[in-house]
């Protein structure tokens, strides 16, 4: 067995909805049927009990290895803890050869899984054995460090709920909710609103206290101190017990609280001395609160107990602590929702004020404090009060959050009890954080959990609201460029800021940030990231679905323009139309319900994607008379067509008329390849809700030239000559294209062509072939990168295509791009029309801008 080209599927994808690991998988004979391996299921089920039934291939019945490889690697995660249910194996058309999917919720999880299972697999055909449980405890482990802690994962997934899209900007707890312009970016329980002012202020304790009492809240009396000396006289000043702590800390780490001997004190400022300058305050007697203010509003509130033991007159508090901290809740770190306590300095100290030591036996029922901070961080318990919460008590809290100027603000509170004003029982708000843990409020040890993520995502959001902008996903095999830079140019047109991607590159309100093919899933995230962006529009292409799946969780928007058979078949299995068909129509798969799919109804293969959308369908088609458009008009919804010289576009009763002479990218509607482009592009602005006004201006101020849709039939004069530049790199391109050069007036027409060395013999055969009939001289050019051909092999397999051809006179060959523009704008005479089909599209039309002028 070998494993090959994994890669991780980060959006919906060609197998499912879920992120997955996919792989490439190759069998040796014998283990394309596992009932041959005497022996081998029964092995793995050993090494493995909990792996589920395995699902054979439809086609054949059997099972083969790796649908060993994709069960394993599934029920590895599972036992780890990964909530995941999704895999699939599927064959290939190579003999032994599958793709294996498997899900994943963490990536680095769902690839270490990967290693695990085919280490597994493999031992179990070797008669080997392997540690299981160790491989399943080191996912569990690398799972714990990698997602998202229990605070910030409680904020995603009320925003998941919420239909909010989410995605992780880093490694750690950085998160963008929305899209574009309507995004919102969390840290932790932290917004993006939280100014550092506030913050800096939250860190600063003595700051925070002085403005909270400027603001009439209660705080303790306390002071910053310089060294222990300096801590001893406010310890005096205050009135002994007292509270040390870091001026700038949090988690309670170096907190030490009811201080009541020099001894004790001595070793309180020396834990909180590490963390920078130490205050000295008074302890107030009571329980320890935490209250969370959410906005405006108080929405949680616990009382923390510091870790503590109970004595049972036979085990020593060390032993005590140990069964403790079996509890399954409690952790190292904060995935859990408790924390393990720890015997440390500050335990020692505060044993040592109960005279008591970690190999003490206390009496049984005595309570043994481990320390008197209550923060779940250092292993305290929490017991749920919001019901509890007296509104004056809730009312200081949301003052002490405004007054230092956070959002998201938890609140310390001691006092005897939250029932009462605080001002009644000698209470005090101690400190306030600007990022605070939710886990106590999430799964409180006692008491009920209060939903702290939804009330923080409904303080980011207003009703209603999910942070999506229009997104409209355009694939195909021709047309879709086009197609992607008119809808953006309607959806600017009617004042939108407008991201759109493309194989030219990535735009943002009119200006190129990147170049090169961005039509993937990368450029298509970096258009959502951007805070600039109203609308999108993210031309689709396959290869990046292949690759990553689709950089969104859903669009608004489907656009299909046509399938065609030249567009990349043969390569990552893809070998057919209809694979390429299923290929495509992931977009219209994950198209919002209340989206819409417009889809080409001439093309049949698109047209029979109607069914898989989750929204409304929008059909366009030159033809009226089209009988899957004009069964969907019938229906009463929605579709756009061309009557005479007017493209007309109808819901129920309701028509719109626009006339083709007003769409200068159609030509008066002489060219048809863009009459769909237009219809494809009209039918997107719609489904995105723009009025018809802005869409007719948009479609009225497109020019077909070369800086609006560059190399896509960009009509120039040559010294009376006409002169055409496209990017037409299949078949279906070339017929779309003859078919408009037709109806073009011309004296002799000439073409200058190169084949992409990655497609198919056959495809770069018929491109010549096709246009064999239509051009009367040829000039055949090769550059030096042949993608993989040999040289010269590209050029034999264009002079193949046209043997055949009728028309055809003049036939030369030449190595270069420009060096064959050249030679053929030299043999231009006034009438003649030229047909460049540009490789190197960018340098190629400012080759032909220097010697060319604009037509008219």
């Known amino acids: ?49 909990a792996m589920g039934p395995l699902h054979a291939q439809p086609a054949s019945g059997h099972l083969s290895v790796a649908h060993v490889l994709e069960r394993v690697a599934l029920t590895l995660q599972s036992q780890a803890g990964c909530p995941v249910t999704f895999s699939r194996t599927a064959a290939t058309l190579e003999p032994g050869v599958f793709q294996v999917v498997v899900e ?216 005590l602590v140990d069964k403790v901290n079996e509890d399954p809740r409690r952790g190292e770190g904060h995935a859990t929702s408790l924390t393990k306590i720890r015997i440390d300095e500050i335990a020692l100290a505060r044993l040592s004020v109960q005279s008591l030591t970690p190999d003490s036996v206390p009496e049984a029922g005595r309570r043994v404090v481990l320390r008197n901070n209550a923060n779940l961080s250092t292993g305290g318990t929490a017991t749920d009060v919001t019901d509890e919460v007296h509104p004056e008590v809730a009312a200081r809290a949301v003052a002490a959050a405004r007054t230092i100027g956070l959002e998201i603000c938890g609140v310390d509170v001691l006092a005897e009890t939250v029932q009462r004003p605080l001002e009644e029982q000698g209470g005090g708000i101690v400190e306030v954080n600007a990022a605070p843990g939710l886990r106590m409020h999430l799964s409180p040890s006692y008491g009920k959990g209060r939903p702290v993520g939804e009330a923080v995502v409904a303080n980011l959001f207003k009703p209603g609201d999910d942070g999506r902008i229009p997104v409209i996903a ?4 021709n047309g879709k460029t086009t197609t992607a830079r008119l809808a953006a140019h309607i959806l600017a047109t009617s004042g939108l800021r407008v991201g759109m991607t493309n194989t030219d590159g990535v735009y943002v309100n009119g200006r190129q940030i990147d170049s090169g093919d961005c039509s993937g899933p990368r450029s298509a995230r970096n258009v959502l990231m951007h805070p600039d962006v109203d609308a999108a529009v993210l031309e689709t292409a396959r290869g990046g679905i292949l690759r990553e799946g689709l ?31 299923v290929l495509k129509r992931v977009i219209v798969m994950n198209v919002a319900p209340e989206g819409y799919a417009v889809l080409n109804a001439a093309d049949p ?54 006339a083709l002479r007003d769409v200068p990218l159609t030509r008066r509607g002489t060219i048809g390849f863009q009459v769909d482009n ?54 279906d391109a070339m017929r779309a294209l003859v078919a408009a050069v037709n109806r073009m007036p011309a004296r002799r027409r000439s073409v200058v062509i190169s084949g992409a060395g990655d497609r198919r013999d056959e495809d770069i055969r018929e491109q010549t072939a096709v246009l064999g009939d239509a051009f009367d001289d040829f000039i055949l050019y090769q550059d030096a990168c042949q993608r993989g051909r040999e040289d010269g092999e590209v050029l034999r397999l264009l002079r193949e295509g046209l043997a055949k051809a009728q028309r ?34 960018e340098a190629a039309l400012a080759h032909l801008t220097a010697r060319c002028q604009p037509e008219g």
């Open 1 to 49: 067995m070998d494993v090959s080209r994994i890669r991780a599927l980060r959006g919906p994808n060609l197998w499912s909805r879920h992120t997955s690991i996919e792989a490439v998988v190759t069998c040796e004979p014998a283990e394309c049927r596992i009932d041959e391996l005497a022996g081998f299921e029964h092995r793995v089920r050993a090494l493995l009990p």
């Open 104 to 319: 994943y919720t963490e990536e680095a999880v769902g690839r270490r899984a990967f290693e695990h299972a085919r280490a597994l697999v493999e031992a179990a055909l070797k008669g080997e054995t392997v540690d299981v449980a160790a491989a399943v405890a080191a996912l569990a482990e690398i799972d714990e460090d990698v997602r998202l802690g229990p605070s910030t994962g409680c904020i995603v997934d009320a925003a998941v709920a919420r239909g909010i899209p989410v995605r992780r900007l880093t490694d750690g707890s950085l998160v963008q909710l929305g899209w574009g312009a309507r995004q919102r970016r969390i840290w932790a329980a932290e917004v993006d609103t939280t100014s550092a002012v506030s913050e800096s202020i939250a860190q600063d304790k003595d700051l925070t206290k002085r403005l909270l009492a400027a603001a009439g809240v209660p705080v303790p009396l306390g002071r910053p101190v310089t060294d222990l000396d300096d801590a001893r006289r406010a310890a005096d000043e205050i009135g002994w017990p007292v509270v040390v702590k870091p001026r700038d800390g949090n988690q309670g780490k170096g907190v030490t609280v009811n201080i009541t001997s020099d001894e004790h004190l001595t070793i309180a400022h020396r834990v909180a001395a590490e963390y920078g300058e130490v205050m000295v305050e008074r302890y107030l007697p009571g329980h320890d609160f935490r209250l969370l203010v959410v906005g405006d509003r108080l929405v949680a509130a616990a009382r923390r107990d510091p870790p503590h033991v109970i004595g049972d007159g036979v085990h020593t508090v060390r032993e």
């Open 474 to 477: 355009v694939t195909g095999t």
């Open 551 to 581: 950089g969104f969780d859903r669009c608004g928007t489907a656009v299909v323009t046509n399938i065609g058979a030249g567009d990349h078949l043969g390569l990552n299995y893809i070998t057919t139309v209809d694979d390429l068909a």
């Open 605 to 658: 293969i698109v047209a029979a994607m109607a069914p898989k959308c989750p929204g409304g369908v929008i059909f366009f088609s030159s033809d009226p008379h089209n009988p899957v458009l004009a069964a969907h008009r019938a229906q009463g919804k929605r579709s756009i067509t061309v009557d005479g010289d007017h493209i007309v576009v109808s819901e129920d009763s309701w028509r719109e008329r626009i």
């Open 678 to 731: 237009a219809m494809a592009a009209i039918g997107a602005a719609w489904s995105a809700g723009l009025d018809w006004d802005a869409i007719r201006r948009g479609l009225a101020t497109f020019a077909n030239d070369q800086d609006n849709a560059p190399g896509r039939f960009n009509v120039m004069d040559y010294r009376g000559a006409t002169v055409i530049a496209d990017y037409g790199h299949n078949p």
């Open 808 to 841: 055809a006179q003049h036939v030369e060959e030449v190595n270069g791009e420009f060096k064959a523009i050249d030679m053929a704008l030299a043999r231009l005479e006034p009438g003649d029309l030229c047909l460049v089909l540009v490789d190197q599209v």
